[in-house]
Each structure stands twice: as structure tokens, then as C-alpha cells.
């Protein structure tokens, strides 16, 4: 059994690459694509939020006005939809990614060398 380190050579190498990729213009335009759809969506979706949560706290005769029968009223209805903006961002960065993203990283991937093991489908 020997005490040597192997040489770290290919580590460097790889992470060279790495850095080189990081500091390359497309992977700068694929962050910034990125952080264009996340930001301004989060920042949206923080806003619905606490929207829902101001008006359930402050506007309890609002949020309790009925509108279908005995039990479903604007705080119910608001409440569902929140988990349909959920959904909905979801079903939108799916989109977003599919035509704007995916195809930047995977450039950037065969670039590197680097194999997808999927099959690319998405719903």
C-alpha cells in the first residue's frame, strides 16, 4: 500500500474548465435568463401572497363575503388560488426553460463534455 497522493492534475483541469465555462459570456446570458424569469416571477408571487394575507388579516367583512352558497366565500376563493398561481409558475418556467434555457445548458454540457441521461421529454 503506498502513502503517495495521486497527481491532481486532471482535478485542475476539470475545474479550469469549470471556471472557464462560469466566467464565459453564454453561461452570464443563461444566469441572466434565468434570474429573468425568476425574479420579477417570485417577486409576483410574494405580492399575490401577501395580498391574501393583508386582506385575510385587515379585511375580515371582504374576505368573508359570500359568493356560492352557505360555506364558499372570497377567502376560500383566494385561498384555492393560490395554489393555482403555484401550479401555474410551475407550468410556466416548464415553458420557459424548455425554449430558453435547456437548449443554453445544453450547449454549454456538450461543450464540457458532459453526457444528459435523459430523454429530453417533458410535459
Avoid: C
Avoid at 359570500?66 to 377567502?75: P, R
Amino acid at each position: 500500500m503506498s502513502t503517495d497522493t495521486p497527481p491532481s492534475a486532471p482535478a485542475e483541469s476539470a475545474a479550469e474548465r469549470y471556471l472557464a465555462v462560469q466566467r464565459s459570456d453564454e453561461f452570464s446570458g443563461l444566469r441572466r435568463a434565468l434570474r429573468g424569469f425568476v425574479f420579477p416571477m417570485t417577486v409576483a408571487f410574494f405580492l399575490w401572497y401577501a395580498l391574501y394575507v393583508i386582506l385575510s388579516a385587515y379585511a375580515r367583512d371582504f374576505m368573508g363575503t359570500k359568493l356560492f352558497g352557505s360555506n364558499i366565500n372570497v377567502a376560500l376563493v383566494f385561498g384555492l388560488l393560490q395554489f393555482v398561481s403555484t401550479f401555474l409558475i410551475a407550468w410556466l418556467y416548464s415553458r420557459y426553460a424548455d425554449r430558453r434555457l435547456d437548449p443554453i445548458a445544453d450547449r454549454i454540457r456538450a461543450e464540457m463534455g458532459e453526457v444528459r441521461h435523459d430523454d429530453g421529454a417533458r410535459g
